[in-house]
């Protein structure tokens, strides 16, 4: 079964997604699992590297989170000055029911409030982004835990605690939880000692990721129609589709997205600058009989191939959920993995399953 059959079955059949809530809030009255002593540190911080160190900082665990780059929030980038409501240059629809919100706060002192709007079989923000949501519930309690252009270089977990090594040195924790884009490990750019187990090494290396490409034009009139898709054969090459972005969002402008993944992307990620812009724009006048380069305003573009500590877009929706599961899994009780290529369910690389994976680590780590 493919991630995107799975997100239909259960949309078909009215069931959220699954995402584990066996870890106790501060709030809660019922057991809570007695929380690690040691230090964690995490690599990265994206969904599942935030999600895991707030979940840390409500059970009282010490933790730092290590960035390599200058700014939080990996894929879920957003831009808030090309129109009147943030643009996300990445992670853009909830794929499943709003009560993930609550599960990913944790706490049922705290009123989550966010609005969406239908965008079938998914829904989207209104006037608000998965960055949006995490700079306001998230980011707020773990701020100052958060070390910027920290690049990690190499993890020794050989000894009885864990050396993590950065260009700017080297740090000591108990245990480490990865969340880095699977790119990254893929590349080798981050080196174990010892090296990760055989089958890890299997999953990482056998696992598709697509390249990722975004962009965003605003017109002065609206011609096109709420979404066009395009069929990729095969399906498992990728996906291509132009939308809609300013619907459900308060706003009067016209701005049409195009969202593509896998061997389709090349074509743009392949182009810059002004020859970018005549590419697109010059699909769109095939597309809507030569309505586009008249009614053009501006744009911006998102490759994310390009982006260092990023190098790509995400996994294939069509890989093997058993891979998957695998790239999950810990390694010798030290080494934890949360993030959108780490779960053990039958659905992956969406935010809230980033977040449900961050606290599958801590459980574990607790445990």
Known sequence: MTRKEFIKICGVLGISLPFSTSLSSCSSDDE????????????????????????????????????????????MKINTDFADFPIPLGAEWLEGSTSVFQDIV??????????????????????????????????????????????VQSIDYSGEQIAVNTQNGQRIAD????????????????????ALPTNKLEAIDGTT??????????????????????????????EKIYYNAAMGQNTSKNILGLFVVGKPARDFTSLSDDALKDFILSELDQIYSNQATPSYVKHITQNWDEEPFIKA???????????????????????????????NEDEWVSVHIAAQSAKVAIEAINS
């Open 175 to 194: 245990k480490v939880i990865v969340s880095v884009p699977l790119k990254i490990l893929q590349d080798r750019d981050i080196s174990f000692q010892p």
């Open 106 to 151: 944790n706490d049922s002192s705290i009123e989550v409030n966010v609005e969406t709007v239908s965008d079938e079989p998914d829904l989207k923000f209104v006037n608000y982004s998965w960055f949006s949501f995490f700079e306001e519930y998230i980011v707020p309690s773990i701020s100052d835990k958060i070390v910027y252009n920290s690049i």
């Open 32 to 75: 809570v699992q007695p929380a690690f002593n040691g230090k964690v540190i995490i690599i990265g911080a994206g969904a599942g590297g935030l999600a895991a160190g707030y979940l840390l900082q409500q059970q009282g665990t010490d933790f730092e989170i290590l960035e390599a780059s200058s700014s939080y929030g990996g894929r």
């Open 209 to 238: 990721i697509w390249e990722g490409f975004k962009a965003f034009f605003e017109f002065s009139e609206k011609f096109y129609n709420d979404e066009h898709e395009f069929t990729i054969s095969p399906p498992t090459d990728g």
């Open 313 to 343: 877009g995400y996994i294939s929706d069509h890989a093997d959920w058993r891979t998957v599961r695998t790239l999950g899994e810990s390694v010798a009780n030290k080494v934890y993995f949360a993030g959108g290529a780490y779960t």
